[in-house]
């Protein structure tokens, strides 16, 4: 079997495509795109998208259960039709990723492998029956949803996210295990169009999120119609009899052990990278703990000539970081720009709940944790002109500020578009801002951004008590 060679190979069309397989093959280089499944990856097919797209008819129906607040009285209820949505999620999702794939064929400088790939030798994979090489190796081969050692798991019909955004029959009842990202996301999902879900919580729910924020949230979140927070509780069996799931499992402050029935299970408990199923161990590349690929600053392997980014290589599990990443490795490696390491500074994050949180730099947490010397302004949605006409009764703005440089630590919000909200502050920290930018700009009267300012003000306020600040924004 002949051996083919590129000037580039690039694993998995997530981020891996646009960024560096397509971009690459219109500087004139020959590439091979190793892709098993969908163009687009994780976050088009399975991921951000189709979730998103499904969560806001959930902000919808929530949008109506509250209308009554504002004198607006829906006639009648509203009905949901579950089949139609996720049928209509699916088709769109289908048509958007198949769109790829003719433009991606008809690339004279692209071949695109349809077969598993794995490494055989250092630069050196086989794909179906095919031995190929390249002078530049980027692995993006992303990651896949872990599964949880608990008995009686192995062999009954769960979902994890992937069947989960395709299941279009409604469950009554779901039982969700996990607490992150994807457990509160399609919790607010199902619950708020009518699926009663009960979520296990093993340890702590949204981890990332300082005390104050996860309180917050929680707060909310607990007391959202169809949300049965089960806290320090894990389950020790799960059984699957007659279409029913029981169970059974520890309430970890009670000791005692407690049976739930549904006829929906969902397991999101974090993801494993695909190092495995590349055999990666057969390149030399070095994995780290999680079994994610080592990279350096500059998103080196150990393997001269080859590179990883995305989830697979595990800095950040976004799909803005990945991209991120491969427009980094795309200047620096394939235009031959300057050679600087990665600068992650403003690595801003979202969770698209209801409410929504989402931040920019450290929490008070990792403050403390690193001994930094902070003060802390916080400004609750009801306190601002905006938040009255929403008739907030929950979230805030938090801006962490550093004492002596006013530098910009840390920004979290908990509350109404908390997602774009965070924007406002995202370039500071790129630019890597002070408080007193926040305080001179011109904020649009009465917009949603007048928070951050608020938060901001009261940062300033709190740091009077302690140091001296200029007089330039001490009437701000
Ligand atoms: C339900 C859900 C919701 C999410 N929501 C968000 C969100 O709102 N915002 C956000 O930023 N992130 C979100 N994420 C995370 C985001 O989807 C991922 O971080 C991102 O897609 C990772 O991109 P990637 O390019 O590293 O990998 P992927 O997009 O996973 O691409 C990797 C590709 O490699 C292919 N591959 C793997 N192994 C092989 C092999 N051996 N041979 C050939 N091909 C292979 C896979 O088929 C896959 O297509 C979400 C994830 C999930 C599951
Ligand atoms: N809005 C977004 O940006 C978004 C949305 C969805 C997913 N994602 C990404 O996808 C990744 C995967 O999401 P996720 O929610 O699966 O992971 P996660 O890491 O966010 O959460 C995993 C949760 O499972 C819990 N857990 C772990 N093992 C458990 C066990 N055996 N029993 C019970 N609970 C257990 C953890 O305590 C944690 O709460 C995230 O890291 C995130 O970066 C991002």
Not at 79 to 92: E, G, H, P
């Amino acid at each position: 079997m002949a051996t083919k060679h590129y000037d580039v190979i690039v694993i998995g069309a997530g981020a891996g495509l646009p960024k560096l397989g397509s971009p690459a093959s219109r500087l004139g280089l020959k590439v091979a795109l190793l892709e098993k499944g969908r163009l687009g990856g994780t976050c088009l097919n399975r991921g951000c998208i189709p979730s998103k797209m499904l969560i806001h008819p959930a902000d919808v129906a929530l949008n109506i259960d509250e209308a009554h607040r504002f004198e607006v009285n829906p006639q009648g209820g509203y009905t949901v039709d579950f089949t139609a949505l996720i049928d209509r999620v699916s088709k769109t999702i289908d048509e958007d990723s198949f769109s790829i794939n003719p433009r991606i064929e008809a690339n004279e400088m692209l071949d695109w492998y349809k077969e598993p790939a794995k490494f055989v030798d250092k630069k050196t994979l086989k794909v179906g029956d095919q031995i190929i090489t390249g002078d530049k190796i980027f692995i993006a081969a992303g990651s896949r949803p872990t599964i949880p050692k608990i008995k009686g798991l192995d062999g009954i019909p769960y979902m994890t996210s992937t069947e989960a955004l395709r299941h279009n029959q409604q469950p009554k009842k779901l039982i969700v295990i996990g607490a992150g990202y994807i457990a509160c996301e399609l919790a607010h999902f199902y619950a708020s169009l009518g699926t009663e879900v009960f979520i296990f919580v093993r340890s702590t729910p949204l981890r990332h999120v300082d005390e104050e924020v996860r309180d917050e949230f929680l707060r909310v979140f607990k007391d959202r119609k169809n949300i049965n927070l089960l806290l320090k509780c894990s389950p020790e069996e799960i059984k699957y009899e007659d279409k029913v799931y029981t169970a059974t499992y520890v309430d970890y402050e009670t000791k005692e052990t407690k049976t739930l029935q549904s006829d929906a299970l969902l397991v999101a408990v974090g993801v494993v990278p695909n190092t495995d199923l590349l055999e990666v161990e057969k390149s030399g590349i070095e994995i780290k703990e999680g079994n994610f690929i080592k990279v350096d600053d500059h998103l080196r392997t150990n393997v001269p000539g080859v590179w990883a980014l995305g989830d697979i290589a595990g800095n950040y599990l976004f799909r803005h970081s990945a991209n991120y990443e491969g427009e980094y490795l795309l200047e620096t490696i394939l235009y031959k720009g300057e050679d600087y390491p990665i600068d992650y500074t403003g690595m801003p994050w979202a969770v698209f709940t209801n409410p929504q949180i989402a931040g920019v730099g450290y929490n008070e947490e990792e403050l403390k944790k690193k001994e930094i010397k902070y003060v802390k302004g916080v400004n609750p949605y009801s306190s601002s002109a905006m938040g009255m006409a929403l008739r907030s009764d929950h979230g805030f703005v938090k801006i962490l500020v550093e004492r002596y440089t006013r530098k910009l630590l840390g920004c979290i919000i908990v509350g109404h578009e908390a997602s774009t909200l965070i924007h406002e502050v995202i370039p500071l920290f790129r630019l890597h801002g002070t408080l007193d930018d926040i305080l001179k700009m011109i904020h649009i009267h009465p917009a949603l951004s007048e928070l951050v300012r608020n938060a901001a003000r009261k940062a300033r306020d709190e740091l009077m008590k302690v140091e001296e600040v200029p007089l330039s924004i001490r009437f701000k």
